[in-house]
């Protein structure tokens, strides 16, 4: 059974930092791309960043310049640097990976959810 147990939620200023981490644990062969997203109060989960296996990564428009994802594949960590937040940025953040099992299946696993709140 695997499982992604994020940490690094909280409450912040508007202009503070904060950083989200998600390990992920259990029987695995490999993870290939592992991400974030977010979803407000009455809104749809929206992507936030995403990064392969072999670094490469995308952000959405609205974090670009102000999030960093990062992971360290030696501790099947993924990370989520976010600076310079902003009131808006309040949310759900989840992870998601895509793991190829033991057997050599791809199955999209997500967190619990962390929740960010950046107050004005």
């Known amino acids: 059974q695997v499982q992604l147990v994020e940490s690094g939620g909280g409450l912040v200023q508007a202009g503070g930092s904060l950083r989200l981490s998600c390990a992920a644990s259990?029987?695995?062969?490999?993870?290939?791309?592992m991400g974030w997203y977010r979803q407000a109060p009455g809104k749809q989960r929206e992507l936030v960043a995403v990064?392969?296996?072999?670094?490469?990564?995308n952000y959405s428009d609205s974090v670009k310049g102000r999030f960093t994802i990062s992971r360290d594949n030696a501790k099947n960590t993924v990370y989520l640097q976010m600076n310079s937040l902003r009131p808006e940025d309040t949310a759900v953040y989840y992870c998601?990976?895509?793991?190829?099992?033991?057997?050599?299946?791809?199955?999209?696993?997500w967190g619990q959810g962390t929740q960010v709140t950046v107050s004005s």
């Open positions: 259990g029987y695995m062969f490999s993870i290939n791309a």
């Open positions: 990064i392969s296996s072999r670094g490469s990564t």
């Open positions: 998601n990976a895509d793991i190829m099992t033991i057997v050599r299946v791809s199955i999209e696993y």
